[in-house]
T-cell receptor, first 114, second 112 residues
Framework: ETGVTQTPRHLVMGMTNKKSLKCEQHLGHNAMYWYKQSAKKPLELMFV???????ENNSVPSRFSPECPNSSHLFLHLHTLQPEDSALYLCASSQEVGTGSEQYFGPGTRLTVT | GENVEQHPSTLSVQEGDSAVIKCTYSDSASNYFPWYKQELGKRPQLIIDIRSNVGEKKDQRIAVTLNKTAKHFSLHITETQPEDSAVYFC???????????FGAGTTVTVRA
C-alpha cells in the first residue's frame, strides 16, 4: 500500500488496558508526526520525530508513549487512558521537519476509551 | 506559540456559488500557510498552500490570498460543487519552528 497507513482503524479499550497504534509511511520521508483530532477542536500536534529522533513533545501526558524505530515506522503506546482521550489519532509524515514541507496524513485510528 | 483562528465554523452554500473561509494568525514569523480538506471519514489532504512571499495563488476553482500586514489569509472556492462538501482546515507554520498550527475547521456544505 502506498502513502501513510495506520492500524488499527478502530480501537475500543478500557482505562486499564495497554494498546499500541501503528503508523507506516511508504513515501521515503524523514519526519513523522502524531496528531489528536477531537470534535470541534483544531488538530493538536502531539509528537514529532525527525530522522528517528524525537524533536517535539507538545506537553502530552505520559500515558501516551511514542516510539520511532526507523524513519518509516511510528508507534503510539497507550496505557491507563482516560475517557477524554477518546478521539481520532492521525499520523502524518513529511519530507523533512521544516517550514513548507507538505504533511501527508494517514487515515487515522478512531480510539474509544470506556 | 502560534494561534490560528478560523471562521466561519460552518458554511452552507448553493451549488454554483462561491465559498470563502478566513483565518488569522498571531505569529508574524509565520511564512507557510497550507489548506487541508477532510471529507467525511477520510484523512486530511492538502489542497493548496501559499508562502509569505506571495500574495495570491490560484489552482482551478480554488484560490488563497494572504495579507501579511493584517496577518490573515483566506480560501476562496468558486463554482462550488457537491464534492466540495467537507471540513476545511487552515494552518500556519513559523520560520522559527516547524510546527503546523491548525485552525478549528470549517464544515462546508454545498446544497444541490
Amino acid at each position: 500500500e502506498t502513502g501513510v497507513t495506520q492500524t488499527p482503524r478502530h480501537l475500543v479499550m478500557g482505562m486499564t488496558n495497554k494498546k499500541s497504534l501503528k503508523c507506516e509511511q511508504h513515501l521515503g520521508h524523514n519526519a513523522m508526526y502524531w496528531y489528536k483530532q477531537s470534535a470541534k477542536k483544531p488538530l493538536e500536534l502531539m509528537f514529532v520525530y525527525n530522522f528517528k529522533e524525537q524533536t517535539e513533545n507538545n506537553s502530552v501526558p505520559s500515558r501516551f508513549s511514542p516510539e520511532c524505530p526507523n524513519s518509516s515506522h511510528l508507534f503510539l503506546h497507550l496505557h491507563t487512558l482516560q475517557p477524554e482521550d477518546s478521539a481520532l489519532y492521525l499520523c502524518a509524515s513529511s519530507q523533512e521537519v521544516g517550514t513548507g514541507s507538505e504533511q501527508y496524513f494517514g487515515p487515522g485510528t478512531r480510539l474509544t476509551v470506556t | 506559540g502560534e494561534n490560528v483562528e478560523q471562521h466561519p465554523s460552518t458554511l452552507s452554500v448553493q451549488e454554483g456559488d462561491s465559498a470563502v473561509i478566513k483565518c488569522t494568525y498571531s505569529d508574524s514569523a509565520s511564512n507557510y500557510f497550507p489548506w487541508y480538506k477532510q471529507e467525511l471519514g477520510k484523512r486530511p489532504q492538502l489542497i493548496i498552500d501559499i508562502r509569505s512571499n506571495v500574495g495570491e495563488k490560484k489552482d482551478q476553482r480554488i484560490a488563497v490570498t494572504l495579507n501579511k500586514t493584517a496577518k490573515h489569509f483566506s480560501l476562496h472556492i468558486t463554482e462550488t460543487q457537491p464534492e466540495d462538501s467537507a471540513v476545511y482546515f487552515c494552518a500556519a507554520s513559523s520560520r522559527n519552528d516547524y510546527k503546523l498550527s491548525f485552525g478549528a475547521g470549517t464544515t462546508v456544505t454545498v446544497r444541490a
